[in-house]
């Protein structure tokens, strides 16, 4: 019964992980409180995971990363990237692949994603590259980097302490890189390869093209004198070019009919172009109202700026809206339009129109991660904007960090930290809270950077411990391990580990990596012990494999380039395909060479702890 439970767990975590709608951090712990009501966990095992060192460390770690941005160490390399553009668009995508990775190694990728995101569409702009040729070669050169250390991905951190917790070692240092970076110089081979071929070119030769190929959503209101009162919907369309969605007209939805005589403070809800939506803000007779108007002298000519800013992981607008945030007020610019990824974007166009959620403006919808915002302002809030850290300024200004003369102070302290703690001179968790105070302390980033961090990361690790451990405990991954072992009789113990290596890539897309991972690695484990192999080629199978989910743009890299690289779903599948095909095959050879299948090959196992003997499983 208690298997059937867990089970009906990992469903359910499935289903809610696929809904965008749901925030991860809301669906991460309702798992956790299933498995408390059920009984499948006690409250203390099922918290557990949310006071572990690792989840301590991974917390600290992507503060320290704040520090790294701050100081400019990421920028500082970005800027020097156009120089290889001299030798032609592939040498440059190679270099800057090389160098994404290079700190991806140590660095979480989502956060060395958001840092070299601007960076990689100014150098491209500069060295006249697309940015469809660029930006998912980015997502993608950070992802290989991971796989080169521990420190790499959150992923790798979470899965050595759910070893340890299974009685077995923990992942060393660079225990993975035997593997993990000739699947990344590999890997970027491929997609310097394959990119030029099969990546779109979706965007002209400069910033002021490329804006225009991005459709925006907005909102326009006729005011009650407007000269449009009394006219036919199909004259202001038609005439301006302009794409109306619909209508909302006493909260009541109406269809965008060419014949529709217009009223006053009737809300038109238009989708465009970035030089539509400003012809809709210049013309007299209809206001654009996504949020608050500035006056006009705030918009003057001379002082005033066009941006196109993405939300990144650890902004403080995830989940809130510009309602909410009292966005124009705090920040001083205004939200003409908004872009998302095309899935969330018809989603949006039936919540605008009153047909799902009940009706709601623009104003009143809560941002997610990799939505674009098309904003204008004073050119002087657009350096407060980018050092707040609330947004990714992705074009219309040239912005610095500030704090150049700390980067190798901060290089010092990060590293720093990660040697200590890696040595055992102290805990990882105290060795990356000491990092992290000594960068505030001596002003690599101030404070309130530093705490800007992604916290669904944080809630997403601890919840998926919890679930790893009911299925441990309850004995769910004994019993798929038992199934999952019989495939070994038609081709042995490698083509199981291919399985469960395509099964964790699988689940990827829907449930984040770290979860992918610590829902198989117990199967993983208990297959192995059925076969009677060493699990450790296993768990690291499993470990790797997880960093493999390149065929859809669901991965959190992929998010942030999705909007500002102006690609569809069909583009990561051409290139992801090929490139998941290439290192599972390499994956499926490597592996078993570097961690032999043969028991007595790793280290022996150490005594479990205590709180994992407290349930039997049940048959």
């Known amino acids: 019964m208690t298997i059937a439970i867990v089970l009906g767990v990992v469903v359910v975590a499935l289903v809610l992980f696929s809904f965008d709608s749901l925030p991860i951090e809301v669906s991460s712990l309702v798992v956790v409180c299933l498995l408390a009501l059920t ?13 572990n060192d690792t989840v301590i460390f991974i917390f600290t770690l992507l503060a320290m990363t704040q520090g790294l941005a701050s100081t400019g160490v990421v920028q500082l390399v970005g800027q020097r990237l156009s120089f290889f553009a001299r030798f032609g668009h592939q040498t440059f995508v190679l270099a800057m692949m090389v160098a994404v990775a290079a700190f991806s190694s140590v660095i979480s990728n989502t956060v060395t994603t958001a840092a070299f995101l601007p960076v990689a569409i100014g150098a491209a702009q500069r060295a006249k590259v697309p940015k469809s040729k660029v930006l998912l070669p980015l997502a993608y050169a950070s992802m290989l980097g991971g796989m080169i250390f521990l420190y790499g991905t959150s992923t790798n951190l979470v899965m050595s302490a759910a070893l340890q917790r299974m009685g077995l070692e923990g992942i060393g240092v660079a225990e993975l890189a035997p593997v993990g970076l000739p699947l990344a110089l590999i890997g970027m081979l491929v997609v310097v390869l394959l990119g030029p071929l099969l990546l779109p070119s979706r965007e002209g030769q400069g910033a002021m093209e490329d804006w225009t190929l991005r459709d925006y959503l907005t909102e326009a209101v006729l005011p009650p004198d407007s000269r449009y009162v009394g006219k036919e919907l199909g004259d202001i369309s038609e005439g ?104 969330i974007q018809r989603v949006t ?106 916290w669904r990361v944080v809630l997403l690790i601890g919840s998926m411990m ?20 019989k495939l070994g009789t038609y081709g042995g113990p490698r083509m199981v580990m291919v399985l469960l290596m395509l099964l964790t890539i699988i689940l990827s897309a829907p449930m984040s990596n770290q979860a992918a991972a610590l829902v198989v690695l117990p199967v993983a484990l208990n297959a192995a012990q059925q076969l009677g192999v060493d699990a450790r080629p296993f768990a690291m199978a499993v470990t790797l494999a997880a960093s493999c989910s390149f065929i859809t743009p669901l991965e959190p890299s992929c998010v942030l380039v999705y909007g500002p690289g102006h690609y569809r779903f069909t583009d990561f599948f051409r290139l992801g395909t090929p490139l998941t095909a ?33 349930l039997t499983p049940t048959p």
């Open 39 to 51: 009984g499948v966990l006690t409250p203390a095992q099922a918290f557990e995971g949310f006071s």
């Open 240 to 343: 301006l070019g302009l794409r109306v969605i619909g209508l909302v007209r006493d909260g009541e939805a109406l269809p965008a009919l060419p014949g529709h005589r217009l009223r006053g403070d009737e809300r038109l809800l238009i989708e465009g172009n970035r030089e539509a939506i400003l012809r809709v803000k210049d013309l007299r007779g209809i206001e654009i109202r996504p949020d608050v108007r500035l006056s006009d002298a705030e918009l003057s000519v001379k002082d005033s700026i066009l941006i196109e800013a993405s939300v990144p992981p650890d902004s403080p607008l995830v989940g809130r809206s510009l309602k909410e945030t009292l966005f124009m007020e705090r920040y001083g610019m205004v939200a003409l339009g908004l872009h998302r990824k095309p899935a």
């Open 349 to 454: 166009k039936l919540q605008l129109l009153g047909r799902t959620f009940g009706e709601r403006s623009l104003s009143m919808l809560p941002l997610s991660v990799g939505d674009v915002l098309l904003l204008r302002g004073a050119r002087g809030k657009v350096d407060e904007l980018a050092r707040g850290g609330s947004l990714t300024v992705l074009g219309g200004h040239e912005y610095q960090p500030p704090r150049y003369g700390k980067a190798l102070l901060a290089v010092v302290l990060f590293l720093g930290a990660l040697g200590v703690g890696s040595l055992g001179v102290v805990p990882l968790s105290v060795a990356g809270l000491t990092g992290m105070l000594l960068m505030i302390a001596t002003g690599c980033v101030d404070p309130r950077s530093a705490f800007r961090v992604d």
């Open 466 to 485: 919890a679930l790893g451990l009911a299925m441990e405990v309850s004995g769910a991954g004994h019993f798929l391990g038992d199934h999952v072992a």
């Open 582 to 614: 290439v290192l599972v095959v390499i994956l499926a050879v490597a592996v078993p060479w570097v961690w032999p299948l043969e028991k007595g090959a790793s280290p022996a196992p150490v005594e479990r702890r205590p709180v994992v003997r407290q």
